[in-house]
Structure formats: C-alpha cells, structure tokens
C-alpha cells in the first residue's frame, strides 16, 4: 500500500498541518480524526488494514488529516465563542485548502467522499452538508449530529450554522438542496451498543427525510459498541457494497 506524509503551513488555521495519503488511485475518502486525536489516528488503530484490499485494487484513494479540535470545543481553557471560530477556521481548511490538495493530487474529476467516527462523523457530515459544491457525499460513522452535544451549553449563530440537525431543517436554498439530493452517498451508520445513539441517528434520518434528501440510514445491533471494532467492521463494509 502506498504511504505518503506530508504538511503545509494552513493560512486558514494559523499552524502546520499534517496529513497521510494512502493509495494512489480511486474516489478520494477524506478521513477526519475522532475527538482529540491525529491525522494518523485510523492507520494506528488498524483501520487503514482493514481498508488495504480496495487501496492496493485502485477503488479508493485515503486523505487523512488533523483534527483542531483540542482548540475547539475539546479545551475547557478557551472561550465558548473562539471555540466556534476555531471550528469554522477547520471548515475553511478542509474547502479552501484540502479539497483542492486533492483535485491536484488526483483529477478535478475525482469524486471526495468525507468520512468519520464518533465527533469525525459529525464533522464529516457538516463539510458536506455545508459545501455539496466541493464535497460528493458522507460516510458517518457512530456520530450525533448536533453540534451542542458538544458546546456545553453554549449557543449562537454560528452554533447553529455548523449543527446540521438544527440547520437543515430551515435550509431553502434550492440550488443547495438539489447538490446535496443528487449525492448518491450519505450513509449514516451506527451500532446500538455502548455509547452508541441509535436514536440521535434516526432523528438526523428524520430531517434529510423531510428535506426529500435520499440517505441511508444503517442502525446495527447491540454488540456493536462506539469503539474501533465497529468501525473496522463498518467502513470496509461499506466501501465493498455501495462503491
């Protein structure tokens, strides 16, 4: 499997960012790390192994970079409203920065999937939810998708704009909405174990329903707990039978 490390100086975040590729040809998956961890977060846990076997075939090539979010809403030192600046900051990277990174790297053609587990999901989801001009669809992993599960308490505009279960709903913009309706890729999957939220899922299920979003909604059973094996198990299942 090809392995290729690299960073650059982000104008959007103000710090070097780091990044690995894997793969050199095939859709692009842009992986986006759970909670506080790094760009190197799914090769540690093994995830990238269990995702060779499309790598090495040419199906999909992975983009995995940094998370910010010990700058955001994960540090208790910093102040509520520079934590949502922050986090817009991380938006601007992946649209402005990563995403032409990897037009460049593959073709302008090639369609960019964003992809994550637990806080990842909820940021993968937003990047597409946000931006369906740049972005072709999702694969969220074990996520809830309200932004103030994580604000602790705090609320604002921006909040909302980055909260897809509180902004879809009153998203009219037609020309948005029919991007977002022609992506044949927003899978939301999740287990119904331990520290899983089935129920957070079926409600986000409920919003793209009522905005005539097609998605799939995939809710596994109770021994798939909100930890690695699941999503082991989970995202080669998904790149196997629906790419």
């Known amino acids: 499997m090809d392995r290729q490390l690299g960073s650059w100086d982000s104008p959007s975040l103000g710090k070097e960012m780091p990044y690995a590729v894997y793969g050199s040809y095939g859709f692009a998956l842009l992986m986006i790390p759970t909670a506080a961890a790094d760009f190197l977060e799914y090769e540690r846990f093994q995830l990238l192994d269990h995702l060779a076997p499309f790598i090495n075939a040419g199906r999909v090539k992975v983009y995995s970079v940094n998370s910010i979010n010990t700058e955001s809403w994960m540090n208790n030192e910093m102040e509520p409203r520079h934590k949502i600046i922050r986090h817009q900051q991380f938006n601007d990277y992946i649209h402005h920065e990563v995403v ?52 602790k308490g705090y609320y604002d505009e921006d909040v909302y704009y980055n909260s897809p279960i509180h902004y879809l709903p009153n998203l009219t913009d037609h020309a948005i909405l029919e991007q977002i309706r022609s992506s044949a890729h927003i899978h939301i999957l999740t287990g119904s174990g331990d520290h899983e939220d ?46």
Do not use: Q
Not at 128 to 150: H, Q, W
Not at 198 to 226: C, M, Q, S, T
């Open 100 to 151: 032409p990174f990897i037009r460049h790297s593959s073709s302008w053609e090639t369609p960019i999937i964003t992809c994550g587990a637990s806080f990842g999901a909820l940021h993968s989801a937003n990047l597409f939810f946000k931006r369906p001009d740049l972005i072709n669809g999702c694969i969220a992993m074990s996520g809830v998708y309200d932004l103030t599960e994580y604000t």
């Open 198 to 243: 089935p129920e957070a899922n079926r409600r986000f299920g409920g919003v793209l329903y009522g905005k005539g979003i097609n998605y799939e909604l995939d809710i596994w059973g109770h021994e798939w707990k909100h930890d690695w094996p699941t999503w082991r198990a989970m995202l080669p299942h998904y790149l196997g039978t629906r790419f």
